[in-house]
């Protein structure tokens, strides 16, 4: 059965948006773009909340920038052919190798670890990640933990009543003191 993942920057108060909205602390050196491309490599489908979606449009036309450097031209490469499903109750299209999709998030879900297929699925966007939460569809969570204190802002892990416990199965430090850490959810049977 495929995975469902969760995996984004967050500040070491546990924020992926400062309060002001700005996320530049998180922009990536050459080693963690390279851990980005690696892991978009292994996915089957992304799932998007409108905000991510709309800040990941940019990778949509990104390669046909002549100046970009080869490892950002690859990530634009990738991201393009990899299969997106935009969850959006605002949106009337969307562009791209996308689907639009107004709500089923646990049916979504079900429906694509069904289908024959290779790859995670991601899911992306603080929103739509705190409902995949909710209802205990996320497997994996990775943390790419900057050295930054924001102070507030849109959390990473959402925040509701549930005890989740994980087992650590990668940790890495990079050079730019980023701490990248890779839980697998553990499911108890009774």
């Known amino acids: 059965m495929r995975s469902v993942t969760y995996s984004l920057n967050v500040s070491l108060d546990g924020y992926i948006v400062g309060p002001d909205g700005d996320f530049g602390w998180t922009e990536p050196d050459e080693e963690?773009?390279?851990?980005?491309?690696?892991?978009?490599?292994g996915l089957g489908v992304h799932l998007l909340g409108r905000r991510l979606y709309e800040t990941?449009?940019?990778w949509e036309t990104a390669d046909e920038d002549p100046a970009l450097g080869f490892s950002t031209s690859e990530f634009a490469e990738i991201w393009k052919q990899l299969p997106k499903v935009v969850f959006s109750t605002t949106l009337s299209a969307v562009q791209g190798n996308a689907r639009l999709v107004s709500g089923g998030l646990a049916e979504e879900v079900r429906r694509l670890r069904a289908e024959p297929g290779e790859g995670d699925i991601a899911i992306g966007g603080a929103a739509l990640a705190a409902e995949a939460a909710a209802l205990d569809l996320i497997d994996e969570y990775r943390v790419r933990v900057h050295p930054v204190l924001v102070g507030g802002g849109v959390p990473y892990f959402p925040r509701h009543e549930r005890r989740v416990d994980l087992d650590l199965v990668e940790s890495r430090t990079f050079d730019s003191k980023v701490v990248y850490l890779r839980y697998r959810v553990t499911r108890r049977t009774a």
Do not use: S
């Not at 963690?32 to 490599?41: G, V």
């Open 56 to 58: 990941m449009l940019y």
């Open 32 to 41: 963690l773009f390279r851990l980005a491309t690696d892991e978009i490599r």
